[in-house]
């Protein structure tokens, strides 16, 4: 047999060239399992992922191939990278269906680590991939903000770990301004000399620049942006779309039919892009990703263009210096707010975005109540918004309102579910709850609203597309009250439809809501006949004086 330092060594040419399957064959035809070392069992097992990481047997293999390596190297730096790569392989592993990813023995794998591994942040970021994957969201946070109080981190965990944040009540509208601030403060600066000097030369038409990842077709977002892009002055404006989107073929064709040109920047590096967005002298770029997945926070950073607007898809402060507003409206950010949102706050009359609406005729149904002789509520939600109070309140309603039921939306993914099925049942209420599964079809989708009586929306992050599509279908959506921008969607939404009445106060209130409305059948009934026939004419898919009143607000800012 060869020396196994050797042919680690030896190996490496063949993994910067990229040829996995050399290295496989030569692992397993020169050495014996027993006599492999940890940097061995990691060699073998990222080239089995690398060659199919959509085979679950492949996954598994790699996966077992690092649990080896670590725990024949626990202390040493191979047997480290072996249980950072066994964390990133379970993760995988878990998306696949009937699957057994032992999260109890990663977790205690990370605690046995030595202290001086576990401040690294290759191995809290795994350990957030695999906590998030298993619904773990104080740990997931956790593990984020080990990364960020190390001083080790990239623009994007900055970014993670303020998104998270969102989702829990554990920070004030203060703290966030604060953790924006932070962020400001350590996103990299471009150097001067290599980047695109702007430039002040007037353009005959104006130039507004949107920048989105979210552009395929039927995503949420792509509902709200049709509705400026369908109705704007082609002759006073002209809109560039940044495309971030991994896959930019899948565009929605609608929508890159309505801007004057599209640009894919998803592959270049942010210099570059930064350089590239730059040339096209815009007088306003519109942010519509914020902190949210796929962003590109650190163009804005660096300042892209003559003006700056975060707008729609991030409901929260950037805290950057450099952009220059937050496009709101006066429900969401009050005035002796202002002072917690480093953006200018730009107040729109009315709603903050309108929704395009569908493609097909609404049809008022009534109420399931009616032939269900029970009412129905509903949550199609991000199921990572179905926070414990949450469930809280609505195990409350559903043990008050004898023979309720819940439908629940849910994500085909088993851990997301596991989870709110495990709360619910602890809390006696798994019998009352009707699961679905995400549906492909945007109808089949909406038509599952036709079996709701009542939607429940969550808490503190609120449903945006969720509350729209459900009022579109002639839904009352029950919300409750905020403490920023992020947290009272729900309320603008409610406020703009002349619903009022169904703002809860607090959790007790929201309860005492959902209880009293469910009980006065008849003004229940009467509430969700007024709902039908408003909506359409309410601000929320009034796309003609949206637009109007948007591209007003942003001329004057320009």
Known sequence: MVSIQNLEFELQDLFREKKYSEIIFEITTKTKEEERNAGLFVLLGISRISLNKKNKNQVQLALNDFKKGYLKEKTSENGYNALVNLVLASAILSDFENTNVDFNEIKNFYKDLPKHFQKKREINIAMTSICSKFVEHEAMLLHLEKVVNSGDFISNDLCNYGYWRCFDKNWTQSEFFEYGKFVDNNLPEYPQDQIVKLVSKKNKKIKLGILSADLKSGHSITFFLKTILLNYNKDEIEIYLFSNQIDFNSISKEITDSVYKTIDISKLSDLNAFNKIREFNLDLMI????????????????????????WMGYCNTTGLKNMDYIITDRNLIYENEKKFYSEKVLYLPEIWNTHCGFDFKRKEKPPPLIKNNYITFGSFNNPAKINENVITCWSKILKEIKNSKLIIKCSNDKKKLD?????????????????????????????????????????????????????????????????????????????????????????????????????????????????????????????????ENFFKLLKEVI
Request: aromatic share 10%; hydrophobic share 35%; charged share 30%.
């Open 287 to 310: 942010d519509v990703m914020g902190y949210t997945s796929r962003n590109r926070i650190g163009l804005f950073k660096n300042r892209i263009a003559k003006k700056q607007a975060l």
């Open 419 to 547: 989870r709110i099925q495990t709360s619910m049942k602890k809390k006696g209420i798994l019998d009352s709850i009707i699961f679905h599964k995400r549906f492909e079809d945007k109808k089949d989708h909406l038509n599952l609203y036709n079996e709701v009586d009542i939607a429940l929306d969550t808490f503190p992050y609120n449903g945006v597309t969720t509350s729209f599509e459900a009022i579109w279908m002639g839904v009352p959506v029950l919300t409750m009250a905020g403490y920023n921008f992020n947290s009272r969607c729900g309320e603008s939404i409610n406020k703009n439809l002349n619903m009022e009445q169904l703002i809860a106060n607090d959790e007790d209130d929201y309860v005492s809501k959902a209880v009293s409305l469910s009980r006065e059948r008849e003004r229940y009934i009467n509430l969700r006949k007024s709902l039908f026939e408003d909506a359409i004419k309410s601000p929320l898919f009034d796309g003609n004086k949206f637009t």
